[in-house]
C-alpha cells in the first residue's frame, strides 16, 4: 500500500486507489489484507475510482487498543473521505459484515454490496459460533496466535491434515502475525445471526451475492440479507465457491454499482 491517512482515533491506515470514476471502497474479510482484493480492484479500475486498504491490524496499516466495531467504522469513514466524501462498499465474508454496519451509520455510501458473509442459518451453527468466540478470546489472552489460526481454519472447514500443512507452510509466519484480528471479525459478525434489524436500516440499496458451488447455507444467507435489507437484492454466481473469481464478481458489481 502506498499511502496512509488517520482514522479518527489517530490509527494509521494504508491504501492505494486505481481507475477513475465513482468511487467504491474494498473491504476484505478475516485473515487478509488489502492485497487480497486487489485483483477486484484491478477488474473495476476501468469504471471506477477503486480504494483497497488494509484494516486496522493488519498489513502496512497500524491499531489502537481497545478494539471496537465503531472504530472500523471510523475507518471507512477515513476512507471514503479520502475517496471524494462518498463511496460505495464491497465487503466479502465478515468484511461484508463491516460494510452493513457502515451503511447502517449513516456513512454517506451511495450502495453496498456484499459476497457471501457467514451469517449462522440455524441455532447449531449458533452454538458453535459462540464456542468458537470464547476458545479464540483464551487463545489470544494466553498470545497463542497459532491456536488462534487454527481454531478459524478449523471454523471455515478446512480439514485437520490441512490445518498441519498449513503450520509448515511459509505462510504461517504471516497469518499468526495478524491472528488478533480475528477477534476484530468476530466482534463484526457478533452471534453470528443475520442482523435483520440493522439491516432494516440500511437504506441504500444491498446486493447479497454467493457462490453457486458454494455450500448452501452460504446462498440462504445471502437471500436472508436481502430480504432483511429496506432495498435488497440477491445473486448466486454458478460454479463460484468463497474463493470468488474477480473476473466472474467485478461485471455483476459493476452493474449494481452503476444503477
Do not use: N
Amino acid at each position: 500500500m502506498d499511502k496512509k491517512t488517520l482514522s479518527r482515533d489517530g490509527t494509521p491506515l494504508a491504501y492505494e486507489r486505481t481507475g477513475q470514476g465513482p468511487a467504491v471502497v474494498l473491504v476484505s474479510g478475516a485473515m487478509s489484507t488489502g492485497g487480497t482484493v486487489r485483483p477486484l480492484a484491478a477488474a473495476l479500475s476501468d469504471r471506477f475510482d477503486v480504494v483497497v486498504y488494509d484494516r486496522r491490524g493488519r498489513g502496512d496499516s497500524g491499531d489502537t487498543l481497545p478494539y471496537a466495531v465503531d472504530r472500523e467504522i471510523e475507518d471507512l469513514a477515513a476512507l471514503i473521505e479520502v475517496a471524494g466524501g462518498e463511496a460505495a462498499l464491497y465487503g466479502v465474508s465478515s468484511g461484508g459484515a463491516l460494510a452493513l454496519h457502515a451503511a447502517a451509520s449513516g456513512l454517506p455510501v451511495r450502495r453496498v454490496a456484499v459476497y457471501e458473509v457467514p451469517y449462522a442459518m440455524d441455532e447449531s451453527a449458533v452454538k458453535e459460533r459462540a464456542e468458537y468466540t470464547e476458545r479464540l478470546t483464551g487463545a489470544l489472552a494466553r498470545d497463542r496466535r497459532g491456536d488462534a489460526v487454527e481454531l478459524f481454519l478449523r471454523l471455515t472447514g478446512l480439514a485437520e491434515e490441512m490445518i498441519r500443512g498449513a503450520r509448515q507452510s511459509p505462510m504461517w509466519a504471516g497469518m499468526e502475525a495478524i491472528a488478533p484480528s480475528l477477534a476484530y471479525d468476530d466482534a463484526v459478525l457478533g452471534d453470528g445471526r443475520v442482523p435483520r434489524e440493522l439491516l432494516a436500516s440500511v437504506t441504500v440499496p444491498v446486493l447479497a451475492v454467493a457462490g453457486g458451488a458454494s455450500p448452501g447455507w452460504l446462498r440462504e444467507a445471502a437471500r436472508a440479507v436481502a430480504e432483511a435489507a429496506h432495498e435488497g437484492a440477491s445473486r448466486t454466481l454458478e460454479g463460484q465457491t468463497h474463493m470468488v473469481d474477480p473476473q466472474a464478481l467485478a461485471p455483476v458489481l459493476a452493474e449494481f454499482f452503476a444503477g
